[in-house]
Structures are given as structure tokens and as C-alpha cells.
């Protein structure tokens, strides 16, 4: 079964920096993107960061030249390193995985549980 299991939520101060990872358990056939969303309260959720299978990464204009996202094919994991947080960062993340396993051999969205990211100014 698959599972996501995210770390790194914390509490800290406006200019800090936090360092969010995601890792999955269970066996995939192919994982075709791995992607970080928030959702702030009131808003809707939002993809915040995105790795594809060959490494192409996209973000969100708000967080470009602060957060890098990156992923470890091996361990199954990907990570969010965000600097220069801000109290609009504050939200809580939620992992995600495009992924193929045996039971469902599709192109798939899996989800973590979200970690909380609170920043203050």
C-alpha cells in the first residue's frame, strides 16, 4: 500500500529557512511527477513546486529564487528547501506523487498529510 509520509513543518521566523521531505513507502511501477501544494486558511490549495521524471522543475511565482525543490529517485523521496520565508508562506504543505502502482497502473495522485508551516513576522 502506498503511503506518503511528510517531515518538517515547524514554526519560524520571517527570513528563516525549513527544509520539508516527503517520503513514500510501497512499490511503484513509474513515478511521473512529485510535487509540493499548500493550502492556506480561506484559500484554495495551491502546487507550490514541481519535479518531473527527467528532473524539469517548475514553480509558483511567488516562491521563485526562495524555494528548490528536488527528489531522490533511489529513496523515494522528495524534498522542499525554502528560504526567505515569509508569513504568507504560512500554510500547511501537502506532498504529492503522480505515480503508477500494481493495483492501479495509471498515471495516479497520491497525498501526504500534510505538515504545517507557520511563519511569523
Known amino acids: 500500500q502506498v503511503q506518503l509520509v511528510e517531515s518538517g513543518g515547524d514554526l519560524v521566523r520571517a527570513g528563516g529557512s525549513l527544509r520539508l521531505t516527503c517520503a513514500a513507502s510501497?512499490?511503484?511501477?513509474?513515478?511521473?511527477?512529485m510535487a509540493w501544494y499548500r493550502q492556506a486558511p480561506g484559500n484554495e490549495r495551491e502546487v507550490v513546486a514541481r519535479?518531473?521524471?527527467?528532473?524539469?522543475?517548475d514553480y509558483v511565482d511567488s516562491v521563485k529564487g526562495r524555494f528548490t525543490i528536488f527528489r531522490d529517485n533511489a529513496k523515494k523521496t522528495v524534498t522542499l528547501q525554502m528560504n526567505s520565508l515569509q508569513p504568507e508562506d504560512t500554510a500547511v504543505y501537502y506532498c504529492?506523487?503522480?505515480?503508477?502502482?500494481?493495483?492501479?497502473?495509471?498515471?495516479?495522485?497520491?497525498w501526504g498529510q500534510g505538515t504545517q508551516v507557520t511563519v511569523s513576522s
Open positions: 510501497g512499490t511503484f511501477l513509474a513515478i511521473y511527477a
Open positions: 519535479i518531473t521524471s527527467d528532473g524539469t522543475t
Open positions: 504529492n506523487f503522480k505515480a503508477a502502482e500494481v493495483r492501479r497502473p495509471w498515471a495516479y495522485d497520491y
